[in-house]
């Protein structure tokens, strides 16, 4: 049967074919001297997640540079700029049982301790993809995007 998607499969299409023509992708290699970050989490008994350290990293810079905590989308009536009231870092995760990459989105993570994001990073780890909002779509259709 063929049929006109409904305004949610619409909407995500576009979403995706917006992601794939206008995202921009960044690849970026940092050296970081985490020594005294270890010898801290080593004290207090804790296993430091570097994962964590680099979202906050990403969120305090942010934070601090608020042009680049922007988005941009095209409109009917043109291109348009919100400059967002809080930060949030989107992090790739990859799914312990599916083995899926999805998305997770941590807010505020400039202001969270390292412990807490470790714990929401390691939770998001352990989720199933048909659990995602556009899980439902990916599970058994292997012609998706």
Same mark, same amino acid.
């Given at each position: 049967?063929?049929?006109?998607?409904?305004?949610?499969?619409?909407?995500?299409?576009?979403?995706?074919?917006?992601?794939?023509?206008?995202?921009?992708?960044?690849?970026?290699?940092?050296?970081?001297?985490?020594?005294?970050?270890?010898?801290?989490?080593?004290? !207090?008994?804790?296993? $430091?997640?570097? &994962?964590? @350290?680099?979202?906050?990293?990403?969120?305090? /810079? =942010?934070?601090?540079?608020? #042009?680049?905590?922007?988005?941009?989308?095209?409109?009917?009536?043109?291109?348009?700029?919100?400059?967002?009231?809080?930060?949030?870092?989107?992090?790739?995760?990859?799914?312990? !049982?599916?083995?899926? $990459?999805?998305? &997770?989105? @941590?807010?505020?993570?400039?202001?969270?301790? /390292? =412990?807490?994001?470790?714990? #929401?990073?390691?939770?998001?780890?352990?989720?199933?993809?048909?659990?995602?909002?556009?899980?439902?779509?990916?599970?058994?259709?292997?012609?998706?995007?």
């Amino acid at each position: 049967m063929i049929r006109r998607p409904d305004l949610e499969e619409w909407f995500l299409a576009l979403q995706m074919h917006a992601i794939v023509r206008e995202h921009v992708h960044v690849t970026l290699y940092v050296d970081a001297d985490v020594t005294a970050l270890d010898r801290e989490a080593a004290a !207090r008994g804790v296993k $430091l997640s570097y &994962t964590a @350290v680099g979202v906050k990293a990403a969120a305090i /810079l =942010a934070r601090r540079h608020p #042009h680049i905590n922007r988005m941009r989308f095209h409109t009917p009536i043109g291109v348009r700029v919100v400059d967002l009231p809080y930060v949030a870092v989107n992090l790739p995760v990859k799914l312990e !049982r599916s083995g899926h $990459l999805a998305a &997770t989105v @941590v807010r505020d993570a400039d202001q969270r301790p /390292l =412990a807490d994001l470790a714990d #929401h990073i390691h939770q998001f780890r352990r989720t199933e993809l048909a659990d995602l909002p556009i899980g439902r779509y990916f599970v058994g259709n292997h012609n998706n995007w």
